[in-house]
């Protein structure tokens, strides 16, 4: 008689099901293998990934190596000073922080700069960005900075003065030029934007704004450096007007806020830029700063939205320019720059309405365009309507300025293809989730975010079997708080399905970068955060964003553009072999 603790005794029956076992467990690996190979073969990167080079492949498994070493290492609380991320931060540890791969932006990217994966990733050539907004692509301390120095900046209130510490935060501020023979700039002058006389849209030098700034401004909860009361009134004027022209550290991580809020300072932003922007000695240099960040940064061509309800102004009299005097001026600059960085492809500008405008405002904006387009054909590529979403007018409610816009386009003979945003959005079903509808149906060559797509199934056949390349913008999305983190983010459920992407910035000069056209941070992202990526998958998404930019040349120029990337890419895995090689193909 056995007990319950005695063994039971093997038979021949039993050895036999322990082999059936075994045969069983082989067939479902070889079931999963074949299972796992089909699904990858539907990606969008996988007929990139076959074509791998030798070379391009070594350095594809030493970036593997590293990212996983650096999520073990680096992306942890206990990280020590080591090999590529020497800390010289204390707030991590004082602030008992979590740190861990795909961690909020905000948190993660001074510790992402160190590292690695960075310098790889810094290293990488880009190809095209595809989705960038113009205003928003420089950081805001050089902008300020430029703005100060140039004679005849000044800032004006609409809403009244500056008499309280309060009233820094909620002043309608704007900017503009005056002449330096304007009474404005006398030094008898006693107009004063902090003075309880001041009279609501009177231009005050901003030298003078500066040099009288009567707060010791101290942005709240750490959300840019501190400036003791005793600092020079230029410092902390300028540390005002930081937190008013960026997402602070602070605000981007206030997700129970929701959606709209930080869409509201977001939007506020623009205005208070534009009028220093758009005087004509700054947007020169302008346009040259951000061209020069881009490529430093590996990114050889933009396609530039810009948003044309701007009152831009001439060099030294003030006098109104003319929005087509914008693309002119814009022009000149890239092919400047173009002429002295022959590694540099060139930009083009995509033209912006708000679709939160009136029916008549818009379709003026639309004719400013056309005659635009007519004057200087190759620097003109597209049209698009920016702004928030949910609240805006959706795509269906602009139909008769749309049509309108493409009869005109056809009766002029002019080529001016959509490229609309559309998606940007956490809803499902609501107007803005379903602008998507439009968006296809309208012809768009490109969407912008298509954030809500994934729930689209019948769209997402659509977008492939069209080659509409969608333009993701993860850190954008991020603190914009349609994603809490990378993590979350739809980019992998798109590409596993087969569509078309490239990776862009949007606004990098107000979101957190801090860095005049970066795309790095977004693609160092998106390597990091996710396995199935990986720097072939990467290199996919730039190839992609080549072949879908606003060629002048068309196809024949697509295929120039791409095979000259190809070269870059073949150069840059030669590179990664040569400088990692030696320490990590052997892990």
Same mark, same amino acid.
């Given at each position: ?24 467990? $082989? ?28 070379? %391009? ?57 160190? =590292? ?33 120095? =140039? ?59 500066? $040099? ?32 008013? !022209? !960026? ?31 758009? &005087? ?26 810009? %948003? ?21 001026? &814009? ?8 002429? %002295? ?30 005659? =635009? ?51 940007? !959005? ?17 012809? !768009? ?8 797509? &994934? ?40 590409? %596993? ?91």
């Amino acid at each position: 008689m056995t007990t319950m603790t005695d063994p039971i005794p093997k038979s021949n029956s039993a050895a036999l099901n322990e082999a059936e076992i075994h045969a069983q467990i $082989s067939a479902h690996y070889k079931a999963r293998s074949s299972l796992i190979a089909h699904e990858k073969s539907l990606r969008h990167d996988y007929a990139f990934r076959g074509s791998l080079s030798l070379v %391009a492949h070594r350095a594809c498994q030493i970036v593997k190596r590293i990212r996983t070493w650096e999520a073990e290492n680096i992306w942890v609380k206990e990280a020590s000073e080591s090999r590529s991320c020497a800390s010289n931060s204390e707030s991590d540890d004082k602030n008992n922080m979590e740190v861990f791969p795909g961690m909020v932006f905000t948190l993660a990217k001074e510790r992402m700069e160190r =590292t690695m994966l960075w310098k790889i990733v810094k290293r990488m050539p880009k190809g095209a960005l595809l989705h960038a907004h113009f205003e928003a692509m420089v950081d805001m301390d050089w902008l300020l900075g430029l703005a100060i120095e =140039t004679p005849g900046i000044c800032i004006f209130s609409n809403t009244g003065p500056i008499l309280a510490q309060e009233d820094l935060s909620t002043t309608d501020i704007r900017f503009t030029y005056l002449p330096p023979n304007d009474p404005a700039h006398q030094s008898s002058s006693t107009h004063n934007i902090y003075h309880p006389d001041y009279i609501p849209g009177t231009p005050i030098p901003i030298t003078k704004a500066a $040099s009288t700034f009567p707060f010791p401004f101290l942005p709240p909860h750490g959300s840019l450096p501190l400036f003791p009361v005793s600092c020079p009134k230029t410092s902390a004027f300028v540390a005002w007007l930081q937190s008013r !022209t !960026t997402i602070t550290p602070h605000e981007s991580l206030l997700y129970h806020y929701g959606v709209n809020k930080i869409w509201a300072k977001f939007q506020s932003i623009f205005t208070v830029i534009q009028g220093m922007i758009f &005087y004509e000695p700054i947007l020169r240099k302008f346009v040259t700063h951000v061209m020069d960040g881009l490529h430093k940064d590996g990114v050889c061509w933009v396609d530039m939205r810009i %948003a044309f309800h701007m009152s831009p102004q001439e060099a030294d009299t003030g006098a109104p320019l003319t929005h087509t005097d914008v693309v002119r001026i &814009y022009g000149e600059e890239v092919a400047a720059y173009k002429s %002295a960085n022959p590694g540099f492809w060139g930009s083009r500008i995509i033209w912006t309405g708000v679709r939160v405008f009136s029916p008549e405002i818009i379709q003026n904006n639309m004719q400013n365009c056309l005659k =635009t387009k007519l004057a200087h054909p190759e620097v003109l590529a597209g049209y698009d309507l920016v702004g928030q979403e949910d609240p805006g007018r959706s795509l269906l409610s602009h139909l008769p300025e749309l049509f309108w816009f493409k009869n005109e386009c056809q009766r002029l003979g002019v080529d001016i293809p959509f490229f609309f945003h559309a998606g940007e !959005t956490l809803g499902d079903g609501t107007p803005a989730d379903e602008n998507l509808y439009d968006a296809i149906l309208l012809g !768009t060559k490109r969407i912008g975010h298509g954030f809500s797509l &994934y729930k689209h199934p019948y769209l997402l056949e659509l977008v492939k079997a069209k080659n509409i390349c969608v333009e993701v913008c993860p850190i954008s999305n991020e603190i914009l708080r349609l994603t809490a983190s990378i993590l979350q983010h739809p980019l992998p459920a798109l590409l %596993a399905q087969g569509v078309p992407i490239a990776v862009s910035n949007d606004d990098p000069g107000i979101l957190g970068q801090k860095t005049t056209g970066s795309a790095t941070h977004d693609m160092w992202q998106v390597v990091q955060a996710f396995d199935n990526v990986g720097l072939d998958g990467l290199g996919d998404l730039c190839r992609t964003s080549v072949e879908m930019a606003c060629w002048v040349g068309g196809e024949k120029e697509k295929e120039k553009r791409v095979a000259e990337w190809m070269g870059m890419w073949e150069e840059f895995c030669e590179w990664a072999v040569a400088e990692y090689g030696g320490e990590w193909e052997g892990k």
